[in-house]
């Protein structure tokens, strides 16, 4: 029986900037996917249940899925200088935060990842509880004193000072720092059960979408703002040219030597099951635009 390809993605501008060309039928002879745009935390646990074809995920969730997605190596959000924030109400050293709570957007995310390697090292065996709490809500909950701290990630960069917050950590500065490699945020995965062939037509009508996001910008404006969570233009400006980067168009040998890295971390630290090395060899490297035609028809 014949049937459409699922993709799911975040709200978040980067995301909305890079898949609109093909979820708007903008790249010729390339299939349009069925679309369901969802929190980062929702799209971990659809694939986690092996719900959809193709979805944005967090790393910190990938070790989980594994057995039934591929990782592709475009797409995603790896990068410099754009790394989660930890936020607290008032000015505080990290050994304040003993006993604490602490705000985080979903357990798998590579932000609350990120945050347990730092805190083994920034916080040696001191307890710190958390809570999981939708994006949107952590902010305000750090302001208003609900909670001790927050874990924040994409345009919470630019505007956590408008909530009168301080930084307490930028945890994707300490991991540079510490491993000189970019920071792995959100990965692009599909089922390993569509095939070679399909697999390497997605990963081109994915680079293309790309190309073509970076072509002509103003495409996808209106896309990009009528799912956003920050609706001030230059914040969403701002936080598509910091995700959306080289490792977007192609992982390449650094990008994959820092999700390698991440994930062997995580792993040797307990915060993620472990995993067979080659699990992580991206798939649909190969493949042509004029090959997608197949991305859509049954599996």
């Known amino acids: 029986m014949a049937s459409s390809l699922d993709l799911a993605y975040s ?10 060309a093909w979820t708007a039928g903008l790249l010729p002879g390339v299939p349009s996917p ?3 745009i969802a929190d980062i935390d ?5 694939a986690a249940r092996g719900e959809l074809d193709v979805l944005k995920i967090s790393y910190g969730a990938l070790p989980y899925v594994l057995d039934r997605y591929a990782l592709l190596p475009c797409g995603g959000a790896l990068g410099r200088g754009c790394g989660p924030l930890l936020l607290t109400r008032t000015a505080c050293e990290p050994a304040d935060l003993g006993g604490r709570v602490v705000a985080i957007p979903t357990e798998r995310s590579t932000a609350y990842l990120l945050f347990r390697l730092w805190a083994r090292q920034a916080l040696p065996g001191q ?3 958390t809570v999981v709490m939708p994006f949107d809500r952590i902010m305000p909950a750090v302001r208003d ?4 701290a927050g874990l924040v ?3 919470a960069r630019f505007t956590f000072h408008e909530y009168g917050l301080h930084r307490l950590a930028d945890l994707g500065e300490a991991w ?8 792995p945020l959100g990965a692009i995965v599909a089922r390993r059960d569509l095939g070679p062939e399909r697999l390497a037509g997605i990963t081109e009508a994915v680079r293309a979408s790309v190309r073509y996001a970076w072509a002509d910008p103003e495409a996808s404006r209106d896309h990009v703002r009528a799912h956003a969570q920050e609706l001030a233009p230059e914040v969403q400006k701002q936080h598509i040219e910091l995700y959306v980067n080289e490792y977007t168009e192609d992982l390449g040998a650094d990008g994959l030597a820092a999700v ?3 994930l062997d971390h995580a792993v040797r630290a307990g915060a993620v099951p472990a995993f067979p090395p080659d699990a992580l060899d991206p798939v649909g490297s190969a493949g042509s635009v004029g090959s997608v035609g197949s991305v859509g028809s049954a599996r």
């Open 11 to 20: 709200p978040c501008p980067n995301d909305t900037f890079v898949f609109h």
């Open 34 to 36: 069925s679309v369901t």
């Open 42 to 46: 929702v799209t971990n646990t659809m």
């Open 127 to 129: 307890e710190i509880r």
């Open 145 to 148: 004193g609900e909670v001790d």
């Open 153 to 155: 990630i994409h345009e």
């Open 176 to 183: 540079e720092e510490r491993t000189g490699l970019p920071i």
């Open 260 to 262: 390698r890295t991440l």
